[in-house]
Nanobody, 115 residues
Framework: QVQLVESGGGLVQAGGSLRLSCAAS????????MGWYRQAPGNERELVAS???????NYADSARGRFTISRDNAKNTVYLQMNSLKSEDTAFYYC?????????WGQGTQVTVSS
C-alpha cells in the first residue's frame, strides 16, 4: 500500500501562484512515477504533470510553461508549483503514484482561481 497526502490548495486570484505538495508513505519503493491530475466539475480527470524516478517530466499543454513538477526524494514528496494561474485551472487536484501494480491516489485538494 502507498499512502498519499496532498496539501497546499486554496483560493488565489488570477495571475497568482500556489504550490501543491504530496507526501508519500508506505511501500514507496514500489513507486515508478508520481504525478498530478485535476478534475473540474463536469469534466474527466486529466493529467497535469508527472515525474519519473529518474526525473523525467511530462506536462499537459495547458500546464507547460506555467507549472513545474519536482520531487524531494529525501522527503518522499512531490511538488507542483503553479504560476500565472487562470480561472480555468480551478479544479480538484489529485496526487497519483504509479507502481507496477495498482495506481494510488491521494484524497485531493481544491484549487480555486478567481478572475
Amino acid at each position: 500500500q502507498v499512502q498519499l497526502v496532498e496539501s497546499g490548495g486554496g483560493l488565489v486570484q488570477a495571475g497568482g501562484s500556489l504550490r501543491l505538495s504530496c507526501a508519500a508513505s508506505g511501500r514507496i519503493f514500489s513507486i515508478n512515477a508520481m504525478g498530478w491530475y485535476r478534475q473540474a466539475p463536469g469534466n474527466e480527470r486529466e493529467l497535469v504533470a508527472s515525474i519519473t524516478n529518474g526525473g523525467t517530466t511530462n506536462y499537459a499543454d495547458s500546464a507547460r510553461g506555467r507549472f513545474t513538477i519536482s520531487r524531494d526524494n529525501a522527503k518522499n514528496t512531490v511538488y507542483l508549483q503553479m504560476n500565472s494561474l487562470k480561472s480555468e485551472d480551478t479544479a480538484f487536484y489529485y496526487c497519483n503514484a504509479r507502481t507496477r501494480g495498482l495506481p494510488y491516489w491521494g484524497q485531493g485538494t481544491q484549487v480555486t482561481v478567481s478572475s
